[in-house]
């Protein structure tokens, strides 16, 4: 059975720490992991992660895939308040599915 | 541009009722899915319409159904509603399932 995991469920750290959330993987027919930022209801898109081993950036977030070991992570610098959401992470199948497999999220809470 | 939108933002249904969620995708995009969110069960795929035709399908009872418009617009049903349906239903679009997806703000749908 295809599955996402996430680690750790819930995070709470205080303004200005690095986070580091971790998503791991196992499905058939991969083609590439998507992150995406919820806030409140709509879930926004963050990266999506095709080729291994190379790191993709926007601001202070950068993410990472490693296909071999079946995971990614999303690193978060400099934390501030507004950071404070539900990060998903979702695997997305081979083309002509449409299909994306979420991981539970990880709850993060910034403290000021 | 406009993003997803999706219509009602809320509905209170009783148990036995039907109901009917609409989605309206960012133009251009022939791609819709649907996903279930629960606290229990976090994102869960429901299924996906590309030009019309349902491509997958997640692992629901066949109350819920969906259909796509030539307009790419689409609907997802429930009928004989149960207490069980209670969740945030999003919707979700793409240009083609190689994309990433954008998510519309849901639908909260309580049944009584």
């Known amino acids: 059975e295809d599955k996402v995991v996430q680690s750790p469920l819930s995070l709470v750290v205080h303004e200005g720490d690095t986070v580091t959330l971790n998503c791991s993987y196992e499905?058939?027919?991969?083609?590439?992991l998507l992150w995406y930022k919820q806030e409140k209801k709509a879930p926004t898109f963050l990266f999506m992660l095709?080729?291994?081993?190379i790191e993709k950036k926007s601001g202070r977030l950068s993410s990472i895939l490693d296909k071999k070991e079946l995971f990614s992570i999303l690193n978060i610098t400099a934390t501030q308040t507004g950071d404070s959401a539900i990060y998903l992470c979702a695997a997305a199948l081979s083309s002509n599915t449409g299909k994306l497999i979420f991981g539970q999220g990880t709850t993060l809470q910034v403290k000021p | 541009k406009a993003g997803v939108t999706q219509t009602p933002r809320y509905l209170i249904k009783t148990r036995g009722q039907q109901v009917t969620l609409s989605c309206s995708p960012i133009?251009?995009?022939?791609?819709v899915s649907w996903y279930q969110q629960t606290p229990g069960q976090g994102l869960q795929f429901l299924f996906e319409y590309f030009s019309e035709t349902q491509r997958n399908k997640g692992n629901f009872p066949g109350r819920f159904s969906g259909r796509q418009f030539s307009n790419s617009r689409s609907e997802m049903n429930v009928s004989t509603l149960e207490l069980g349906d209670s969740a945030l239903y999003l919707c979700?679009?793409?240009?083609?399932?190689?994309?990433?997806?954008?998510f519309g703000s849901g639908t909260r749908l309580t049944v009584v």
């Open positions: 979700a679009s793409s240009l083609a399932s190689e994309y990433d997806y954008t």
């Open positions: 095709t080729s291994s081993g």
């Open positions: 133009s251009g995009h022939r791609s």
């Open positions: 499905v058939t027919n991969f083609r590439s």
